[in-house]
């Protein structure tokens, strides 16, 4: 591996001229399970490694009048062992359990799953459903950007030069909201989604006021099925409809075929998952 | 472009209750740390990528991959490894168990899978059959099969209540 120096600011400034003296020849470090894999299998070269976790706000775990907000480095585990939490974000909670074993969860975070940008990350649908908003530091100060324009390519993402993730915001729902994610993979534990699907809505008077879909490892980035969750905003979710959405969500799927599964395939499972992880939502807000 | 210039730090740590000082190169993982600097080599390198959990420690009461760790993180924290399992007065009912079971036989594994059912047995002494398999789901073993390891830990979390 190449030799890189360690840092660890205990905040956001701090971290933010770290970043900006080296470029792109430093990366953060949350919970590591991607960047020091990616770091000594040379996929880049660094000269320094940031680690966040010291900064208060990229750890905390904040409940607001309107919003969670999870700092970007809180590891899965924080969050699955919160039985608020798991009650009123059950979408992330899927996620947060699949993603590796349980010492890969000791240490992986969402922020980390998300900036890493994989095409089949485990939890960036989850959060898309959820109507994540980005916190992000850098050079210039804070921005916000909603969570589904963060991803921009395989392994890419929305961040510039300095810039780092802070925190995820996800919005607290009045009314019967609930939300599922739901992969497919060929083992039961520890691999890489086939294709997967989360799903949220929000019932008002029997009638969906809200939907959303996400699909992942079917195309570049995870993708947020706009035409498709709006299909059934305003509608009963009947067996009927929900089968609408998860026609138009095959549709939006554009996978490619390799060595784990055909574009068929994925594009079957895309469908069958649309409306398995609809169905479980329903289920949970006890519609 | 230029060499980067990289300085060992200087990290305080407890490794199986005993605090120590280590100088680490910053670059460099947990593993190779306890291996090679602390020397002390029960941990095992599989992988070195996150798969196998053959390098499993404990890092403040949670199982993690040590290979995924960098030696610079542990400031201050607490670590414990198969080192720290067996007493003066013998072995920790888990070895007892894998020895009785016979669930071991190259051993690169077990280390692993001793220290990830210990963080589990210390939290819940009696976990189901499904409970043990989700746990271990992070640790790989080639040659035994996982029965006969799981068989053990079920027989060890029976004889320590
Ligand atoms: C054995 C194993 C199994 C795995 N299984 C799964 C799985 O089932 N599903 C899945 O989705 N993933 C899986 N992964 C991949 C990985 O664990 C996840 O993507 C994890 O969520 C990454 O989080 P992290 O905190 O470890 O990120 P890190 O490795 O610390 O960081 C990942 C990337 O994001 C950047 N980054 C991190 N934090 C910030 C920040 N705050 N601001 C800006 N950039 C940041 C880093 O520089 C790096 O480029 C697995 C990995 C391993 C080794
Ligand atoms: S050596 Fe660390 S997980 Fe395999
Ligand atoms: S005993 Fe050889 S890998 Fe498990």
Known sequence: MHPFNYYAPETIEEATEILKKYGDRAKCLAGGTDVLVQARGEKFELDAIVDVKKIPQLTKLEWTDSHLIIGAATPCHVLYEDPKVCEVFPGIIDSAFLI??????????????????????????????????CEIAGPKGTREIPVEDMCTGPGKNALESGEFLVSLKMPLKKGKFSASYERFIPRNEMDIAVAAVASSLELSNGKVSSCRVALAAVGPTPIFAKEASELLVGKEPTDENIKKVSEKAKDIASPIADMRGTVEHRKDLIEVLTRRTISKALERVGG | ????????????????????????????????????????????????????????????????????????????????????????????????????????????????????????????????????RHWLAGNLCRCTGYDKIVKAVSKASKESK
């Open chain 1, 100 to 133: 590796g074993g349980i010492q890969i969860q000791s240490r992986a975070s969402l922020g980390g799953n998300l900036c890493n940008a994989s095409p089949s990350a485990d939890a960036i649908c989850s959060l898309i459903v959820h109507e994540t908003t």
């Open chain 2, 1 to 132: 472009m230029a060499e980067n210039k990289v300085k060992k730090v200087a990290v305080n740590t407890k490794i199986n209750g005993e605090e120590m000082d280590i100088l680490v190169d910053p670059y460099v993982s947990l593993l190779e740390t306890l291996r090679e600097v602390v020397g002390i080599t029960g941990t095992k390198e599989g992988c070195n990528d996150g798969n196998c959990g053959a390098c499993t420690v404990n890092l403040d009461g949670r199982i993690v991959d040590s290979c995924l760790v960098l030696g610079v993180e542990v400031e201050g924290k607490n670590i414990e490894t198969v080192e720290g399992m067996a007493t003066p007065d013998g072995l920790h009912p888990l070895q007892q168990a894998f020895l009785e079971e016979a669930a071991l036989q190259c051993g690169i594994c077990t280390p692993g899978f001793l220290v990830s059912a210990k963080a589990l047995l210390d939290n819940e002494p009696d976990p189901s059959e499904e409970r043990i």
